[in-house]
């Protein structure tokens, strides 16, 4: 499956980004979906999972009441909303397929993800 994140850009701290992550050349239904974060000079970073079937979410401590993970199997597309954006926020994000399994729950690591975007950047200024 090939995956193609959009939406991030330049905003000021406190403001909102919806990103955007289209599947193709899959089942995209069966998929758990993923997104992932990494700042300059650190480790790639779980943000946020979601079950095949968008029942079940998961979002890594600092991100939620903030961010909102969720899937449109029609469109074959996975959404991240980042409400109340914060400076440590600022990283490339990437979409990521668990092709293998339905969900991958909290904290799932870069490794159980199969198929990755190529990621869209986000950066947030004080």
């Known amino acids: 499956v090939q995956l193609q994140a959009s939406g991030g850009g330049l905003v000021q701290a406190g403001d909102s980004l919806r990103l955007s992550c289209v599947a193709s050349?899959?089942?995209?239904?069966?998929?758990?979906m993923g997104w992932f974060r990494q700042a300059p000079g650190k480790e790639r970073e779980f943000v946020a999972s979601i079950s095949w079937s968008g029942d079940n979410t998961w979002t890594e401590d600092s991100a939620k009441g903030r961010f909102t993970i969720s899937r449109d199997n029609a469109q074959n597309t996975v959404y991240l909303q980042m409400n109340s954006l914060k400076v440590e926020d600022t990283a490339i994000y990437y979409c990521?397929?668990?092709?293998?399994?339905?969900?991958?729950?909290?904290?799932?690591?870069?490794?159980?993800?199969?198929?990755w975007g190529l990621g869209t950047l986000v950066t947030v200024s004080s």
């Open positions: 990521a397929a668990d092709i293998n399994n339905y969900y991958s729950g909290y904290g799932a690591p870069p490794a159980d993800f199969q198929s």
């Open positions: 050349g899959g089942t995209f239904s069966r998929y758990g």
